[in-house]
């Protein structure tokens, strides 16, 4: 089935720790997206990517970091410098640039600072 | 001026009546719009977008927009209770590409 995966479903990070995120998509979609969701709060852009090897900050690009070094692949690193990492991950996929860019999400990630 | 603006809600409605959710925006260049659903502790899904000035109907459900006004609406007839949920507005910033969401509004359907 094609679709967008994300792992873990669940993730604890102990302080000082760094963690990855993993999402593939086998929609052969150019774009990728990171956001990140707090509790009754809206979706925050934390990275995009359009392209293989290029991606963009979003507006909470600080202490994450990205790579995109397959067109299916798009991890997360939360780095030890993110100091309120606990919330909601979503990862999602577009065809790319055009208009009708729709957006679809994976079935996102919980992470828990313990 | 936030790019993409909610009422936060909870916006309470009776079953059975019309649920009106609206969303403004900043990029007036901006082109693609985009309602998902949200349940609690779920990503969101994709209700409808809409790329033209006027309606845009799927079922129960009317997308309307306004690029003039920079304002974009969805329409819930009929509601039912399954209807309750968060509902986030995108819009895709004509700028740059980036896909932002406004905060949700907080819909709640009264059985």
């Known amino acids: 089935d094609g679709g967008i995966t994300q792992s873990p479903k669940y993730l604890f990070r102990k302080e000082g720790q760094n963690v990855t995120l993993s999402c593939e998509q086998n929609l052969n979609h150019d774009a990728m997206y990171w956001y990140r969701q707090d509790p009754g709060q809206g979706l925050r852009l934390i990275y995009y990517s359009q392209i293989v090897n290029d991606f963009q900050k979003g507006d909470i690009a600080e202490g994450y970091s990205v790579s995109r070094e397959k067109k299916e692949s798009f991890p997360l690193t939360v780095t030890s410098a993110q100091k309120n990492p606990t919330a909601f991950y979503l990862c999602?996929?577009?065809?790319?640039?055009?208009?009708?860019?729709?957006?679809?999400f994976g079935e996102g990630s919980w992470l828990t600072v313990v | 001026q936030k790019e993409v603006e909610q009422n936060s809600g909870p916006l309470s409605v009776p079953e059975g009546a019309i649920a009106s959710l609206n969303c403004t925006y900043s990029?007036?260049?901006?082109?693609?719009f985009f309602w998902y659903r949200q349940y609690s502790g779920k990503s969101p899904e994709l209700i409808m977008f809409?790329?033209?000035?006027g309606d845009k109907e799927d079922g129960r459900f009317t997308a309307q927009l306004n690029k003039a006004s920079q304002y974009v609406s969805l329409l819930i007839r009929d509601s039912q209770p399954s209807d309750s949920a968060t509902y986030l507005c995108a819009v895709t910033m004509n700028r740059d590409d980036k896909i932002i969401f406004g905060k949700g509004t907080r819909l709640h359907i009264l059985p």
């Open positions: 990029d007036r260049g901006s082109q693609s």
């Open positions: 809409i790329y033209s000035n």
């Open positions: 999602a996929s577009s065809i790319g640039r055009s208009t009708g860019n729709t957006i679809y």
